[in-house]
């Protein structure tokens, strides 16, 4: 059985091989210990079966003896210990990010890895300072934490994006930080200070550290800017918080004549200030501002001379265009968009699909599935060309096209590609993961629409599940569990339940939400 808690954990030594364990009752199990977690607020171990499968076993379930073996395990008196454990082995993070900074993805084993080792890291954190929670850590320990739960935002947003801007630990972590910047004035360190900075009210420090970027890494600069402007600037924040460390900071249209030893660069910074302009307007949903200025970028930007940079900023107008309900001038664009990738990169590379799959996206959204298809088709058949078969970006692909064939009522040939992707996405990321709840929310639809009503419900209500587990590890609600309560809702009454069974069913499987 799995539990739908998903607690902080604390790591024990993994005893590393199948042991006996016994319960009160004086019944025996061959477990492997996996490592200390919670089950309804009490200390429990997760253990592996030998079946795979995971369990939760609460600490008083055991007998007093392997009670006492499980809970006992903690190593204890140097709380707090100077030279509090670092993880053991940064240069995965190191290794990670240079690829990023080389504009290389990384592949979903090179997350995993990265994800992997960050938990321990924590755990080893949490075991080390006898808590669980990282707001309680010694100054250093939370420091060195806070730091890299940062690179781990760039190394893997969606899972680890919050921590600059919702986290609780970015509130107690300024101090520390300033300090690590007297001391050696490291980049990314000036770079972990601007989100914490701008949330006590220090627009100041924010705005001089990030000047500070400009001159010493543009990289982590251009960084820090798309997340101010796409995650730090949201309708819970001061509106003109941002405009005022823009003044601040200068992020601001400065012409100035191109170097005449290299006629041939884009004008860059320009581009890069006027986009971050943009983007400020755009998540304050003034699309037509928006539009206006990542114009004037455009502008700046020679689609002979500076294809790719011409490309990308014609593609954030013609999304932008969409969300405003512009969609003659979006098509047209993305039309010319796809032409200059193809001449630029070349007609099956990564970059034209990428035009090819919002475009081909774009047309499902209004209905117009027959002009969608052979667009889609054409972008999964790059994906597969460009990308190994089990590559996450092909079950992306794969269910793009799927949907086209349920909505135009050809589910046989749409199950076994969402069956496909459902089983590469439980490979790249796990069986606890919004992509796997995703595909199986996928598969019980197209089961849905060929009236297998029970096995549609068995997967949405596994899709829901999953949504549960991966919001309360979160800390925050997935922004598609409230489709699949409704979806599951629906299905549920169409099954014969009443509006109240079905709530209470639904009920029962958030309630570990509820109480977080």
């Not at 999964?380 to 092909?394: C, T, Y």
């Not at 949405?460 to 590890?473: F, G, K, N, P, T």
Request: glycine letters at 6%; charged letters at 25%; hydrophobic letters at 35%.
């Amino acid at each position: 059985m799995k539990s739908l808690v998903v607690a902080i954990a604390l790591t024990l030594p993994t005893f590393g091989a199948f042991e006996t364990w016994t319960n009160k009752d004086g019944r025996e199990a061959k477990l492997e210990f996996v490592r200390m977690t919670e089950k309804d607020g009490e200390k429990a171990g997760e253990f592996r079966m030998a079946d795979g499968v995971q369990v939760v076993i609460k600490v008083s379930e055991f007998s007093a003896a392997d009670a006492k073996r499980l809970a006992g395990s903690q190593p204890t008196g140097d709380k707090g210990k100077p030279g509090a454990p670092l993880p053991a082995n940064p240069s995965l993070y190191d290794a990670a990010l240079k690829k990023i900074r080389a504009g290389r993805e990384l592949t979903a084993e090179e997350k995993a890895k990265c994800n992997t080792a960050h938990q321990q890291y924590f755990d080893d954190l949490c075991v080390k300072n006898e808590t669980p929670l990282n707001t309680q850590f010694p100054e250093k320990d939370r420091t060195d934490y806070y730091i890299y739960s940062v690179k781990m935002s760039i190394i893997d947003f969606n899972t680890h994006g919050g921590w600059p801007f919702q986290s609780d630990l970015r509130l107690m972590v300024l101090s520390g930080l300033k300090k690590r910047i007297e001391e050696n004035n490291d980049p990314f360190v000036v770079f972990c200070s601007i989100f914490p900075a701008l949330d006590a009210g220090e627009q100041e420090y924010a705005a001089q550290s990030f000047n500070k970027l400009l001159k010493a890494d543009v990289f982590l600069a251009d960084l820090a800017g798309q997340w101010l402007a796409n995650h730090w600037c949201t309708a819970e924040k001061n509106p003109t918080t941002i405009q005022t460390f823009l003044q601040a900071t200068g992020l601001k249209l400065t012409p100035k004549s191109d170097t005449p030893s290299e006629p041939q660069q884009p004008r860059n910074k320009e581009i890069r200030s006027l986009v971050f302009m943009g983007d400020v307007e755009y998540n304050q949903k003034h699309y037509p501002k928006a539009i206006a200025i990542y114009q004037q970028a455009l502008d700046l930007a020679d689609k002979t001379v500076a294809p790719k940079s011409w490309s990308d900023v014609a593609m954030i107008i013609a999304k932008t265009q969409h969300k405003a309900e512009e969609w003659k001038k979006s098509e047209t664009l993305l039309k010319e968009i796809i032409r200059v990738r193809e001449e630029h990169y070349g007609k099956e590379t990564p970059e034209t699909c990428d035009a090819l799959t919002y475009y081909g996206n774009a047309l499902y959204q209004r209905k117009q599935y027959v002009e969608a298809e052979p667009i889609i088709r054409r972008a999964l058949a790059i994906l597969e060309k460009n990308r190994s078969g089990d590559h996450p970006e092909v079950a992306t692909g794969l269910q793009n096209l799927a949907w086209i064939l349920h909505f135009t009522d050809r589910m046989v040939e749409a199950e076994p590609l969402m069956r496909r992707a459902l089983t590469i996405n439980k490979n790249a990321y796990g069986k606890d993961d919004p992509h796997v709840a995703y595909s199986l929310y996928c598969l019980a639809m197209i089961h849905g629409g060929t009236k297998r009503l029970p096995e549609a419900e068995v997967l949405m209500r596994q899709s829901l599940e999953m949504y549960v587990a991966c919001s309360v590890a979160a800390g925050k609600k997935d922004q598609d569990l409230d489709m699949v309560v409704a979806k599951y809702g629906q299905l549920l009454v169409k099954m014969g339940d009443t509006q109240k069974q079905a709530r209470e069913k639904i009920d029962k499987i958030t309630d570990p939400l509820l109480k977080k």
